[in-house]
């Protein structure tokens, strides 16, 4: 049986890379960014030149405070764009389905987007002390507490004490509405 012939090759090394510093023969051993726009482009240079380029190095160079605070801001998202999470319809305005109903109806995405979210018990309370319905908006509340203020304020009704419970109970049912976040 004839024995397998093995066939060794051999390549030359490469050559060593040069330092990139016009006076420099050495090898370039350590790379270094070519400018802050061409961060995938390197310099190649000895450990000396390297040192001093590093030293001399300034990624921040020609911008403003403003430009530096938000390019720093958008490092944290890997400069791509952000936005409050249900601002946005989600990925090229896509809804998905909830078909396990994990989300709720109030979900920003939600599969019915004109289905009002379900509102508990005190915060149907505060719109009834308010006289409003369960569809109004904030502006709606502000409103209609102006005109309810106005009208049972206890300096405008002569100290009365049923106007001045009222007065504490639309209160209360304002800054309810305002701080739950269910408006």
């Known amino acids: 049986m004839p024995r397998p012939v093995h066939f060794t090759r051999r390549c030359a090394e490469p050559e060593p890379r040069r330092c990139d510093h016009p006076e420099c023969g050495s090898e370039g051993a350590y790379r270094a ?21 590093n030293a001399a190095w300034d990624f921040f160079a020609g911008m403003d405070q403003c430009d530096i605070e938000f390019y720093q801001h958008s490092v944290a998202t890997w400069h791509r764009p952000t936005w409050r999470l249900g601002d946005k319809l989600g990925p090229a305005g896509l809804r998905f389905g909830d078909a396990f109903g994990i989300f709720g ?27 409003l319905d369960p569809a109004a908006t904030v502006n709606d509340v502000k409103a209609r507490y102006k005109t309810l203020a106005k009208r049972f304020h206890p300096d405008a009704n002569g100290g009365s004490r049923e106007s001045e419970e009222r007065f504490k109970t639309i209160n209360q049912a304002y800054s309810y509405l305002l701080n739950c976040g269910s408006m």
């Open 33 to 53: 960014p070519k400018s802050r726009d061409e961060l995938h482009g390197h310099y190649w240079f000895c450990l000396d030149h390297v040192r001093a380029y």
């Open 105 to 131: 109806a109030g979900a920003p995405f939600a599969e019915n987007p004109d289905t009002a979210p379900e509102i508990g018990a005190p915060t149907r309370k505060a719109l009834a002390m308010l006289d």
